[in-house]
């Protein structure tokens, strides 16, 4: 499935403002531009995992792949997974709730996936490749390890 | 962790923020130069919580002095706002453990510089129960619209990524609740 759909999902939750509707609508946010990242990075020809560490494999591969504005789209995906978090395990009453903060997601989301998409070219996801190849060829060279090993 | 957490732990975040200073248009650079030599000094002997035990009784004398000097300089680091800033003990041990002190001065430096109408900045440590990480969760209470909010994160995110290495910077993560 294309995990955009999650995206539509968010925002059809946000029809109610209900507590369980806006914090699902945050975790569907996160999903949408989390596996549009893993797509991309896939496709760069990054293999993620299928693990809970793979959340730290996007961050280390987005954060160091010398394109600015992945890194900083990263930074904007790490805050939707601090608020999923929350949205998930942190039961009682909070920002999560809330359906302007849920809006506010969505929309960090969609900003997150349109800077993912801007860099889906072949040339793009070159670049992308070479960066994160460069930063792994780095960490071996130090620790005799790959990132990703 | 046995370290009980002080007061004084709390002003050491000061410290840093003086010394982030560097990031704002604003430099009381006469004062900042005694501050900064003072940290630098923690900083080469580690940052743990044990080792700064070690430190703060080791100069007593120059912390008194700091602590002075941090007073006289509360006026100018404080923003002319007010912004209520609240830090559980919690994140300072975590933050304390690894080597993040000094990001603390700078995302509430960088938060109100760059959300001008953040009322309230909280710190506490976030939790995933499904991989077991932890970070620095920077929650946040703004006015404004959905629009205003997505922009003033965007150029607090720019500053931040350039400004915060890797992979620090990584150990926090900003909230916005638009109340």
Partial sequence: ?149 | MSETISDEHITLKYFFLAESYNYAPKKPDRDLSEARSLIQEWTRIGTSPSNLETWLNEHKTPLRSLQKLLKELQPQLSDERQVEVKHSHEVIVFCADHSLIKYLGLVELLTKKYFPTVRKISFSVGYDPETVDKWVSVDIEISGDIDDAIEWEDNFVKEWVTSAAYPERTKFTLSCDII
């Fill in chain 1, 1 to 149: 499935m294309n995990p955009r759909d999650f995206l539509q999902t968010a925002k059809d939750l946000l029809k109610s403002d209900k507590p369980a509707a806006c914090r699902t609508a945050f975790n569907r946010s996160y999903y949408a531009a989390y596996n549009v990242g893993v797509d991309l990075l896939e496709k760069s020809g990054h293999k993620v995992s299928r693990t809970a560490k793979a959340h730290n494999e996007v961050t280390t591969y987005l954060n160091n792949c010398a394109i600015q504005e992945l890194v900083e789209a990263q930074q904007k995906l790490v805050n939707l997974y601090s608020d999923r978090i929350k949205a998930d395990y942190q039961l009682w009453p909070s920002h999560v709730e809330k359906i302007n903060n849920a809006k506010l997601a969505v929309k960090r989301a969609e900003i997150v996936i349109q800077t993912f998409d801007s860099y889906s070219s072949a040339c793009a996801r070159q670049r992308i490749a070479k960066g994160i190849n460069s930063y792994k060829h780095k960490i071996k060279s130090v620790s005799g390890t790959s990132p990703d090993s």
